[in-house]
């Protein structure tokens, strides 16, 4: 698979991730679509997932996978941090 499928959830208004997910299956023919969080974002991803799954693609995907993860990185004053990641992997029934 590769990374055309995968939607990164930000700070743009949720509908709009739902809609990429929807448009990645329907338009697109994904088999898969991924959509990868970090941080304060995780919630909105697992929200995405779900509503995506069980209002819009009901019967027709499911949740496949999820991964969750840390990864460290230097922020703006050079301070080791950690941040937390998930990847929820939808996937046709």
Known sequence: MTDDNSIFIGNKPF??????VVMQFTTKGADEVIIKARGKFIS??????EVTAKRFLDEKVA????DIDSEGFQNKEGKDVRVSTIEITLAKK
């Open 15 to 20: 509908m709009n991730y739902v809609t990429g």
């Open 44 to 49: 909105r991803a697992v929200d995405v997932a």
């Open 63 to 66: 949740v496949k996978n999820i």
